[in-house]
């Protein structure tokens, strides 16, 4: 009799310990979405799981512990994203490229990104002509923002914009924290009901619901560790570049105007000279032998042509 009471508990325990994961999984996914795990708890005590404490996720008004001893994860400090861009004249970019990487070390940052371009041209008459630009983004800790900030502002000439932004992720912060818990919570219950489950059905059932819920916690986990780095670093992006050039006109007299005025002058006048000269001797070229074929016809045909002419004038 012994044997066959048992066998028929088996029979009915199966049912109940499926229902339960599917009750798990329906809470669960509501768990997810809104927070809540109350009623995941209930239906794990109803499969067999431990009882736990009513108290387990009820969150004091204070913030407190509560009955069960466990605190529900609060957020101590405000969670922001800092982020700005400076656009900086410099007199030297790569001198103030590697004054900013000893910046960010010195604050215990560093720089995640540098690029720096040198371009060198011939000017029109006026030597070389040397470009130079830079941007470098460097991370340093939240609460040496302010100090790099002014940092970065003392080592240029000129601090031609800036822009700065601060986004709070507190609540999202909040949220995931509250989430990942009842997560790990479903997570407990999912294994408890794993090693009591007697079927291959019923094992396979619990697996997959907890394949699922380890999922998420992955998700929740990977969330919150880039909303720290993010909130524990702020991000400066700095583009620095050379003063405008100054006109070469502005430092000079107006006796070296003059000469230089007069210069171009005079080299104007040359080339126009020399161009009538070359046209000169280009036409000359061209006429010179129409010239000497006339010259050669006068000599072997000029008298008789001249006489020709006053014998047609006595007639």
Do not use: H
Request: charged share 25%.
């Amino acid at each position: 009799m012994k044997i066959k009471g048992w066998t028929k508990w088996r029979r009915l325990s199966a049912p109940v310990l499926v229902g339960a994961a599917l009750l798990i999984a329906a809470c669960g996914g509501d768990l997810s979405d809104e927070g809540g795990s109350a009623g995941e708890f209930d239906a794990s005590r109803d499969a067999g799981a431990p009882d736990a404490p009513a108290e387990m996720d009820a969150v004091n008004a204070d913030g407190s512990e509560g009955g069960d001893g466990l605190t529900q994860p609060q957020v101590q400090d405000r969670k922001i994203v800092r982020t700005a861009t400076l656009e900086l004249q410099v007199e030297n970019v790569i001198g103030a490229v590697q004054q900013i990487d000893d910046l960010a070390t010195r604050a215990g940052g560093f720089v995640s990104s540098s690029n720096v371009f040198v371009d060198t041209q011939d000017g029109d008459g006026d030597g070389v002509t040397r470009t130079q630009t830079a941007t470098v983004t460097i991370r340093v800790p939240a609460e040496s923002y302010s100090t790099v900030m002014g940092q970065l502002r003392g080592i240029a000439t000129e601090t031609v914009s800036e822009t700065s932004d601060a986004s709070e992720v507190t609540e999202e912060y909040t949220d995931l924290e509250a989430r990942l818990k009842n997560l790990r919570a479903t997570e407990q219950r999912y294994l408890e009901l794993l090693g009591q489950a007697a079927t291959i059905d019923e094992i396979l059932t619990v697996q997959d619901r907890l394949t699922q819920v380890r999922l998420e916690i992955e998700q929740a986990t990977g969330r919150l560790n880039v909303l720290n780095n993010l909130t524990d670093f702020a991000t400066i992006t700095a583009q620095l570049s050379l003063p405008p050039a100054i006109a070469q006109g502005d430092n000079e007299n107006w006796a070296e105007e003059a000469w230089q005025a007069s210069w171009e002058t005079s080299n104007d006048a040359m080339v126009a000279l020399g161009t009538v000269a070359i046209v000169g001797g280009v036409f000359l070229a061209w006429m010179a032998l129409p010239a000497l074929a006339l010259l050669l016809i006068w000599r072997l045909f000029g008298r008789r042509i001249v006489e020709f002419a006053r014998r047609v004038d006595q007639a």
